[in-house]
C-alpha cells in the first residue's frame, strides 16, 4: 500500500502490466524519455526499455491506427492521446476500425487496446484542453469507455481495461490528477492523501468495467455522475444538507444498469451530471433509461446538469464549469416535483 | 527460422540529453553563397537538389553574399530588426506576467522571430498567414497593436476574442493573420483552400502557412501538401524546425534519415530548406516562393533550419529533456544578433542605435502591459458573460436563449 494521487496510480498501473506483460507496451507523444507532460508515464522508459515506453511523432490517426495494427498482432498497446481535445483526428481509426474489428472479421481479428487521454475542464486550457468527449465514444458500438474518479480506481480500472479484449477509451479527469476538486474555485483543493481511496496496493488488482460505485448511500435523491463530476456532487450533497445517493458510474460503457435501477426505484428521484456540454450528452441516454425503466417509480422529472452547449471558453471557465450550486438547485427541483 | 538476425523495433533517441555536451555535428552549414538561385519558374524536376542543401545569405562576417542575396533597402532591414526585437520584448515581458499569476498560459517565440518578421514583410495585406503559435513576429512586422495583444492575453473586458480564446491564440483578419487554434497543424489545409479560392476567382492574392516540424506527422500535412500540388495553389506551406516538439527531437516526426524540406519531393513541388535564423535569407526564399506562386506557379515548401531557444510554454522544463546549454552551441546563432551585425556591418546601425532600439521596445511593450493591467488580468476582468453564448451559431437558437437566462445573462 502506499499514498498515490490520480497520476501516480496511473503509473503504478503501467508500471504493474508492463513488468508483467511482455506484450504491453506504451507510446503517445512525449510519454518516453520525457515521462508526458502530466507525467503518467514518468520513469517507465528508463525502467522497462525504450522499445516498451517510446515518443510517437504527433499524429493522432499514426498512433491510434499502429496501436491497431499492434493489437492485430497479438500486443497490447496502451496509448497517450496527449489531451482529449486531440482524439478527433483518431476518430475515424477508433469508430470505423477498432470498434469494428472483431465484428466484421467475423471474430477473426481483434485488437485490444487502451487508449488513455487526460479529459475535461477547470485548469483554463481554453477550448482544446477542456473537453470532455465521452459522449462520441459511448455512441459507437464496439468501443468500451471508462472513467475513474480516485486514484484507487484508476489504477484498478486501467489495469481492467488493459487486460480487457476489447479496445477502451480511457478518460482521465486531468482536474483531479492531483487532488479531489469539488467544484468550489473559491477554496484550496485538498490533496488526495486526505481522501480514502488514495490507499492504493502497489501490485495487480483490478477494478472491473462496468461496476458503478455508491459513494454515498441516501434516500432522497440519486445523482449520476462520473469523473470530476462525482467529487462536485459530493460536495452539493454535503452542503445542500439533502440526503442524496451519488452513484460514480466508473464506465459508461459498459454500464452498470442494474445498480442505477435499483437506486432510483429506491429514491424514486434522479439527478444527471456531467461537465460535457448538454445536448446529446451522454446524460440523455442515462435519462432516457431511467425514464424507460423507472416510469412508474419516478416522483419528478429527471434532471440534467451539464455543461453550457458552447465550445469551452477561457475567461468564462467558472461560469461554465458544473459546480455544486447548480446540481443543489437541480435536487431541489426534484424534490419540489 | 532462417539466419538472418531477428527483427528488432528501432526507436530514434536524440545524441544528447541533459548532462551531456550538446552536439550539433548533424547540422551541416554551408557557405553562405554556397546554393544556387534557380529560375522561379522552373519546373520540379530541376528543383530537386535544393531541398538537400541550406540557402543561407549572410556569412560568418555578418556580409550578404551568394546568388539568394535580396538586396534589400537598409530601411526594410531595420524594420524587421524592429519586429524582432519587439518580439522579444514582448515574450520576456509576458511570459514574466504569467509567472506573476496575471494569465494562465503562455509560449514565446525565443530565436524564431526571424520566420514570422521577414515573411510578414514579403506578403501583403491582401494576403493571409495562416500561423502557428510561434509565428506572432509576423503581426510584430505589421504594427498590430500591443494592447490588443495584452488584452487577448489576459482575457479580460478589452479581449478582442471575447474571452473565448486560450491566450496568444490570436485572431487578426484586417492584418492578413488567420484565427489560431490550440490543436496543431488542423490549418494547414485552410491555406491551400484559401489559396485555392483566390485562384478560383481570379485574383491574384496568396496564402502562407507554418507547420512545426513535428507536426509534419500529421496527416493535415499530407493532405494540404497533395491539394496544393493537384490544384497548383498559390501557397507558400513553411515548416518551421526548430528541432524540437515539446520533448520529442526532429528524429521523433521523420527527420533522422531525411529533411523535412525533401517532403516536397514526393508531391511534385519545390522544396527549399533555408536558414531559418538569417532574416535574409528567410525574406529572400519566401519572396521565391510568392513569386512562383503569384505568376500560377504554385505552391512551395519550405523548411526554415532554426531552434527553439526557450522551453515550449509556460507549462514545459526543457532542462529535464536536452541539454541546458544547448541553444548557446546552435550553430545558425540567434536571428537579432545576425541581423544587428549586418546592419553594422553595412554601417547602418550601431550599438548605440540597438540599445536605443532596445529600450524603446521594452518600454512600448511596458505601456501597453500596465494599461492591460488597468483593464484587467484573467480573472481580474472578463467580457461580459453574454459574450460565452455568442457566435456560437451566427443566430442563437433557443438552447442558448434558455442557457443564457438559466445562468441570469
Ligand atoms: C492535434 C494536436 N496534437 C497534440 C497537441 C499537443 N501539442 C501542442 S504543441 C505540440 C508540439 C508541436 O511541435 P512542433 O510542431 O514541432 O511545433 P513547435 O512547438 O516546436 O513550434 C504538441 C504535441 C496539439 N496541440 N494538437
Given at each position: 500500500?502506499?499514498?498515490?494521487?490520480?497520476?501516480?496510480?496511473?503509473?503504478?498501473?503501467?508500471?504493474?502490466?508492463?513488468?508483467?506483460?511482455?506484450?504491453?507496451?506504451?507510446?503517445?507523444?512525449?510519454?518516453?524519455?520525457?515521462?508526458?507532460?502530466?507525467?503518467?508515464?514518468?520513469?517507465?522508459?528508463?525502467?522497462?526499455?525504450?522499445?516498451?515506453?517510446?515518443?510517437a511523432p504527433i499524429s493522432e490517426g499514426g498512433i491510434v491506427a499502429t496501436a491497431i495494427g499492434m493489437g492485430a498482432y497479438g500486443l497490447r498497446p496502451v496509448v497517450e492521446i496527449q489531451f482529449a481535445d486531440y482524439i478527433l483526428p483518431a476518430y475515424d481509426q477508433l469508430v470505423s476500425e477498432a470498434a469494428r474489428l472483431r465484428y466484421r472479421s467475423g471474430g477473426e481479428f481483434w485488437?485490444?487496446?487502451?487508449?488513455?487521454?487526460?479529459?475535461?475542464?477547470?485548469?483554463?486550457?481554453?477550448?482544446?484542453?477542456?473537453?470532455?468527449?465521452?459522449?462520441?465514444?459511448?455512441?459507437?458500438?464496439?468501443?468500451?469507455?471508462?472513467?475513474?474518479?480516485?486514484?484507487?480506481?484508476?489504477?484498478?480500472?486501467?489495469?481492467?481495461?488493459?487486460?480487457?479484449?476489447?479496445?477502451?477509451?480511457?478518460?482521465?479527469?486531468?482536474?483531479?490528477?492531483?487532488?479531489?476538486?469539488?467544484?468550489?474555485?473559491?477554496?484550496?483543493?485538498?490533496?488526495?492523501?486526505?481522501?480514502?481511496?488514495?490507499?492504493?496496493?502497489?501490485?495487480?488488482?483490478?477494478?472491473?468495467?462496468?461496476?458503478?460505485?455508491?459513494?454515498?448511500?441516501?434516500?432522497?435523491?440519486?445523482?449520476?455522475?462520473?469523473?470530476?463530476?462525482?467529487?462536485?456532487?459530493?460536495?452539493?450533497?454535503?452542503?445542500?444538507?439533502?440526503?442524496?445517493?451519488?452513484?460514480?458510474?466508473?464506465?459508461?460503457?459498459?454500464?452498470?444498469?442494474?445498480?442505477?435501477?435499483?437506486?432510483?426505484?429506491?429514491?424514486?428521484?434522479?439527478?444527471?451530471?456531467?461537465?460535457?456540454?448538454?445536448?446529446?450528452?451522454?446524460?440523455?441516454?442515462?435519462?432516457?433509461?431511467?425514464?424507460?425503466?423507472?416510469?412508474?417509480?419516478?416522483?419528478?422529472?429527471?434532471?440534467?446538469?451539464?455543461?453550457?452547449?458552447?465550445?469551452?471558453?477561457?475567461?468564462?471557465?467558472?461560469?461554465?464549469?458544473?459546480?455544486?450550486?447548480?446540481?443543489?438547485?437541480?435536487?431541489?427541483?426534484?424534490?419540489?416535483? | 527460422?532462417?539466419?538472418?538476425?531477428?527483427?528488432?523495433?528501432?526507436?530514434?533517441?536524440?545524441?544528447?540529453?541533459?548532462?551531456?555536451?550538446?552536439?550539433?555535428?548533424?547540422?551541416?552549414?554551408?557557405?553562405?553563397?554556397?546554393?544556387?538561385?534557380?529560375?522561379?519558374?522552373?519546373?520540379?524536376?530541376?528543383?530537386?537538389?535544393?531541398?538537400?542543401?541550406?540557402?543561407?545569405?549572410?556569412?560568418?562576417?555578418?556580409?550578404?553574399?551568394?546568388?539568394?542575396?535580396?538586396?534589400?533597402?537598409?530601411?526594410?532591414?531595420?524594420?524587421?530588426?524592429?519586429?524582432?526585437?519587439?518580439?522579444?520584448?514582448?515574450?520576456?515581458?509576458?511570459?514574466?506576467?504569467?509567472?506573476?499569476?496575471?494569465?494562465?498560459?503562455?509560449?514565446?517565440?525565443?530565436?524564431?522571430?526571424?520566420?514570422?518578421?521577414?515573411?510578414?514583410?514579403?506578403?501583403?495585406?491582401?494576403?493571409?498567414?495562416?500561423?502557428?503559435?510561434?509565428?506572432?513576429?509576423?503581426?510584430?512586422?505589421?504594427?498590430?497593436?500591443?494592447?490588443?495583444?495584452?488584452?487577448?492575453?489576459?482575457?479580460?473586458?478589452?479581449?478582442?476574442?471575447?474571452?473565448?480564446?486560450?491566450?496568444?491564440?490570436?485572431?487578426?483578419?484586417?492584418?492578413?493573420?488567420?484565427?489560431?487554434?490550440?490543436?496543431?497543424?488542423?490549418?494547414?489545409?485552410?491555406?491551400?483552400?484559401?489559396?485555392?479560392?483566390?485562384?478560383?476567382?481570379?485574383?491574384?492574392?496568396?496564402?502562407?502557412?507554418?507547420?512545426?516540424?513535428?507536426?509534419?506527422?500529421?496527416?493535415?500535412?499530407?493532405?494540404?501538401?497533395?491539394?496544393?500540388?493537384?490544384?497548383?495553389?498559390?501557397?507558400?506551406?513553411?515548416?518551421?524546425?526548430?528541432?524540437?516538439?515539446?520533448?520529442?527531437?526532429?528524429?521523433?516526426?521523420?527527420?533522422?534519415?531525411?529533411?523535412?524540406?525533401?517532403?516536397?519531393?514526393?508531391?511534385?513541388?519545390?522544396?527549399?530548406?533555408?536558414?531559418?535564423?538569417?532574416?535574409?535569407?528567410?525574406?529572400?526564399?519566401?519572396?521565391?516562393?510568392?513569386?512562383?506562386?503569384?505568376?500560377?506557379?504554385?505552391?512551395?515548401?519550405?523548411?526554415?533550419?532554426?531552434?527553439?531557444?526557450?522551453?515550449?510554454?509556460?507549462?514545459?522544463?526543457?532542462?529535464?529533456?536536452?541539454?541546458?546549454?544547448?541553444?548557446?552551441?546552435?550553430?545558425?546563432?540567434?536571428?537579432?544578433?545576425?541581423?544587428?551585425?549586418?546592419?553594422?556591418?553595412?554601417?547602418?546601425?550601431?550599438?548605440?542605435?540597438?540599445?536605443?532600439?532596445?529600450?524603446?521596445?521594452?518600454?512600448?511593450?511596458?505601456?501597453?502591459?500596465?494599461?492591460?493591467?488597468?483593464?484587467?488580468?484573467?480573472?481580474?476582468?472578463?467580457?461580459?458573460?453574454?459574450?460565452?453564448?455568442?457566435?456560437?451559431?451566427?443566430?442563437?437558437?433557443?438552447?442558448?436563449?434558455?442557457?443564457?437566462?438559466?445562468?441570469?445573462?
Amino acid at each position: 500500500m502506499a499514498t498515490m494521487n490520480m497520476v501516480r496510480a496511473i503509473n503504478s498501473a503501467l508500471d504493474v502490466m508492463l513488468a508483467r506483460d511482455p506484450d504491453v507496451l506504451i507510446f503517445g507523444e512525449d510519454v518516453g524519455y520525457f515521462g508526458g507532460v502530466f507525467r503518467a508515464t514518468d520513469g517507465l522508459a528508463e525502467k522497462h526499455g525504450l522499445t516498451r515506453c517510446f515518443d510517437a511523432p504527433i499524429s493522432e490517426g499514426g498512433i491510434v491506427a499502429t496501436a491497431i495494427g499492434m493489437g492485430a498482432y497479438g500486443l497490447r498497446p496502451v496509448v497517450e492521446i496527449q489531451f482529449a481535445d486531440y482524439i478527433l483526428p483518431a476518430y475515424d481509426q477508433l469508430v470505423s476500425e477498432a470498434a469494428r474489428l472483431r465484428y466484421r472479421s467475423g471474430g477473426e481479428f481483434w485488437s485490444p487496446i487502451t487508449v488513455r487521454s487526460p479529459y475535461g475542464g477547470g485548469i483554463f486550457g481554453g477550448q482544446t484542453h477542456s473537453s470532455s468527449p465521452e459522449a462520441i465514444f459511448a455512441h459507437v458500438s464496439g468501443l468500451k469507455t471508462v472513467i475513474p474518479s480516485n486514484p484507487f480506481d484508476a489504477k484498478g480500472l486501467l489495469i481492467a481495461a488493459i487486460e480487457d479484449d476489447d479496445p477502451v477509451i480511457f478518460l482521465e479527469p486531468k482536474r483531479i490528477y492531483n487532488g479531489p476538486f469539488d467544484g468550489r474555485f473559491d477554496r484550496p483543493v485538498g490533496t488526495w492523501a486526505q481522501h480514502p481511496a488514495s490507499e492504493v496496493p502497489d501490485g495487480h488488482y483490478t477494478v472491473p468495467l462496468g461496476k458503478a460505485a455508491t459513494v454515498r448511500a441516501g434516500a432522497a435523491v440519486t445523482v449520476l455522475a462520473y469523473g470530476t463530476m462525482v467529487h462536485v456532487a459530493l460536495s452539493a450533497v454535503e452542503e445542500s444538507g439533502i440526503d442524496a445517493e451519488v452513484i460514480d458510474l466508473r464506465s459508461i460503457v459498459p454500464l452498470d444498469l442494474d445498480a442505477i435501477l435499483h437506486s432510483v426505484r429506491r429514491t424514486r428521484r434522479c439527478v444527471v451530471v456531467h461537465e460535457a456540454s448538454r445536448f446529446a450528452g451522454f446524460g440523455g441516454e442515462l435519462s432516457s433509461l431511467v425514464q424507460e425503466r423507472c416510469f412508474y417509480h419516478l416522483e419528478a422529472p429527471i434532471e440534467r446538469v451539464a455543461g453550457w452547449d458552447t465550445p469551452y471558453p477561457h475567461a468564462f471557465e467558472r461560469d461554465y464549469f458544473v459546480g455544486p450550486a447548480r446540481i443543489i438547485a437541480a435536487m431541489q427541483r426534484t424534490l419540489k416535483g | 527460422m532462417s539466419n538472418r538476425p531477428r527483427l528488432t523495433l528501432h526507436v530514434p533517441v536524440p545524441k544528447v540529453r541533459p548532462g551531456d555536451r550538446p552536439d550539433f555535428s548533424h547540422v551541416a552549414v554551408p557557405a553562405a553563397d554556397a546554393m544556387r538561385r534557380p529560375d522561379v519558374l522552373d519546373a520540379e524536376p530541376g528543383l530537386r537538389d535544393m531541398p538537400y542543401g541550406l540557402i543561407r545569405v549572410l556569412d560568418e562576417g555578418g556580409r550578404a553574399v551568394g546568388a539568394w542575396n535580396p538586396r534589400l533597402d537598409p530601411a526594410l532591414l531595420r524594420r524587421g530588426l524592429r519586429a524582432m526585437v519587439l518580439t522579444r520584448a514582448f515574450d520576456t515581458r509576458m511570459f514574466q506576467a504569467h509567472r506573476q499569476g496575471k494569465t494562465s498560459f503562455f509560449m514565446t517565440s525565443t530565436g524564431e522571430e526571424a520566420l514570422g518578421a521577414a515573411t510578414s514583410m514579403v506578403l501583403g495585406r491582401e494576403d493571409m498567414c495562416f500561423p502557428t503559435y510561434r509565428i506572432v513576429s509576423y503581426l510584430m512586422a505589421r504594427d498590430y497593436p500591443l494592447l490588443d495583444m495584452v488584452n487577448q492575453i489576459y482575457s479580460n473586458a478589452a479581449d478582442p476574442l471575447k474571452g473565448r480564446q486560450l491566450p496568444i491564440l490570436y485572431s487578426a483578419r484586417e492584418y492578413g493573420f488567420y484565427s489560431l487554434s490550440g490543436n496543431v497543424g488542423s490549418r494547414f489545409g485552410h491555406a491551400v483552400g484559401w489559396a485555392m479560392a483566390s485562384a478560383y476567382k481570379g485574383d491574384d492574392r496568396i496564402a502562407i502557412s507554418f507547420i512545426g516540424e513535428g507536426t509534419t506527422a500529421e496527416g493535415d500535412f499530407h493532405e494540404a501538401l497533395t491539394f496544393a500540388s493537384v490544384y497548383r495553389a498559390p501557397v507558400i506551406l513553411c515548416i518551421t524546425n526548430n528541432q524540437w516538439a515539446i520533448s520529442s527531437f526532429q528524429g521523433i516526426a521523420g527527420g533522422e534519415e531525411t529533411t523535412f524540406a525533401a517532403r516536397a519531393i514526393g508531391y511534385g513541388l519545390p522544396g527549399l530548406r533555408v536558414d531559418g535564423n538569417d532574416f535574409l535569407a528567410v525574406h529572400a526564399a519566401t519572396q521565391w516562393a510568392a513569386e512562383r506562386a503569384r505568376s500560377n506557379g504554385g505552391a512551395t515548401l519550405i523548411e526554415f533550419v532554426t531552434y527553439r531557444a526557450a522551453g515550449h510554454s509556460t507549462s514545459d522544463d526543457p532542462g529535464r529533456y536536452r541539454p541546458a546549454d544547448e541553444a548557446a552551441h546552435w550553430p545558425l546563432g540567434d536571428p537579432v544578433l545576425r541581423l544587428k551585425a549586418h546592419l553594422v556591418a553595412c554601417g547602418e546601425w550601431s550599438e548605440q542605435q540597438h540599445e536605443a532600439l532596445e529600450s524603446e521596445c521594452r518600454e512600448a511593450v511596458r505601456a501597453a502591459a500596465k494599461q492591460g493591467e488597468a483593464v484587467g488580468t484573467l480573472g481580474q476582468s472578463k467580457p461580459d458573460t453574454r459574450e460565452m453564448f455568442e457566435d456560437v451559431y451566427k443566430q442563437p437558437d433557443w438552447r442558448i436563449v434558455e442557457q443564457r437566462r438559466e445562468l441570469g445573462c
